[in-house]
Structures are given as structure tokens and as C-alpha cells.
């Protein structure tokens, strides 16, 4: 994530917030929506609880997103979940599980990063590779007579990809070392998990 849309993120989910808490709590319009709840479940905390998972699932879903938290994604989603099993009639037919299907394929495709560096992010996060802009290194321990010590490789960045699909992502990068050999590291990302093959 770059740094100089971290003040337009924060402003943003600061817009986000103060929309979600006026049209959840403070706009009278939604009482017609309350009075529709209590209705259906015939139990006034209920309505409570409901709010309250249409707020976390809002705003947890656009912090997500505004700042490349996957976790926050999850807590979206499991909140969207909560409001699926208190608010739908559970009579498992063709629509339902379209409706179902189309919930969670488009948790799993907002939960794929869509930024060029996210693969390379990913491999220095998470492997022995630590990549730079155009090099990377590969840092590993070695025992030797006894002794622990730490091996230092250079190599640099012949080349890199990274395709953005609606479900997933896939990421490349192709490293050289001194001597000339190559070092290929692939991955694919489904739902923000990426699965690498060295």
C-alpha cells in the first residue's frame, strides 16, 4: 500500500463510519426495517444484535479493503453469515444456494489482492526471500563445524508478473544469482490466501 493515499484511506473509513452509524442508529427511516425484524423474530435484543452485525459486516468489509487487512474481511464475512442464518428462511431450494454461492464467491473475490506488488510482498513476508525494488536475497542458517551462522545470497529480479483475476491472482517471479542459475517462484491467490509453488 503506498503512503500517500494513507490519509485518503482514513478519511474515507472515516466517511464510512459516520454513514453506517447514522443510517444504523440515528436515521428514523430504518425504523420501518426495526419494526420488519421484530416482526419476523418476535424478540426486541434480537434487533439489537442484528444492528450491530449490519455495522460490523459495513465497515469491517470497506476497512478491508481500504487497508489491504484481510482479517478484516473475515469479520465481514462472518458477520454477513450471522445476519444469513438470523434473517433467511432456511428452505434449502435452487435459490438459495445461487444466493449462497454468490455470497461467498464474492467474499472470496474481494479477499484477492488486486496491487502489482502484492506476490513479491507476499514472498518477503513469508519465505526466505527478502525482495527490494529490483533484487532480492535469500537469507538462511547454516550450521558449519558446530556453529550457527547466516548465509547471505543475492539475486536479482529477471523477471516479474502478476495477473488479477475477479477469484483469484497469480504472481510470478524469476530470480538470478551470481552465478547465472534461475530461481522460479510461482503462486496463485485465492480469497487473499496465497499458495506458492518453489
Known amino acids: ?45 434480537i434487533v439489537n444484535v442484528i444492528r450491530y452485525l449490519m455495522f460490523l459486516a459495513f465497515n469491517s468489509f470497506f476497512a478491508g479493503m481500504f487497508f489491504d487487512n484481510s482479517w478484516l474481511l473475515c469479520i465481514s464475512f462472518f458477520s454477513v453469515l450471522a445476519l444469513w442464518i438470523l434473517l433467511i428462511d432456511h428452505k434449502i431450494n435452487f435459490s438459495y444456494c445461487v444466493l449462497l ?21 507476499y514472498v518477503s513476508k513469508n519465505t526466505e526471500y527478502k525482495c527490494l525494488r529490483i533484487e532480492c536475497i535469500k537469507i538462511t542458517e547454516v550450521v558449519t563445524e558446530g556453529t550457527l551462522r547466516t548465509k547471505v545470497k543475492a539475486f536479482t529480479i529477471e523477471d516479474y508478473s502478476f495477473d488479477w483475476y ?33
Open 1 to 45: 500500500m503506498d503512503d500517500d493515499y494513507i490519509f485518503m484511506d482514513y478519511l474515507f473509513m472515516a466517511l464510512v463510519i459516520l454513514y453506517s452509524v447514522y443510517q444504523l442508529f440515528i436515521n428514523k427511516s430504518l425504523k420501518g426495517l426495526e419494526v420488519e425484524i421484530t416482526e419476523k423474530i418476535r424478540a426486541r435484543p
Open 101 to 121: 454461492t454468490l455470497m461467498i464467491l464474492f467474499f472470496i473475490g474481494a479477499g484477492v489482492p488486486n496491487h502489482h506488488d502484492s506476490f513479491k510482498e
Open 166 to 198: 475477479p477469484l483469484f491472482a497469480k504472481g510470478g517471479l524469476s530470480l538470478k544469482d551470481d552465478d547465472g542459475d534461475i530461481q522460479v517462484i510461482q503462486g496463485i491467490n485465492i480469497g487473499g490466501l496465497w499458495l506458492v509453488d518453489k
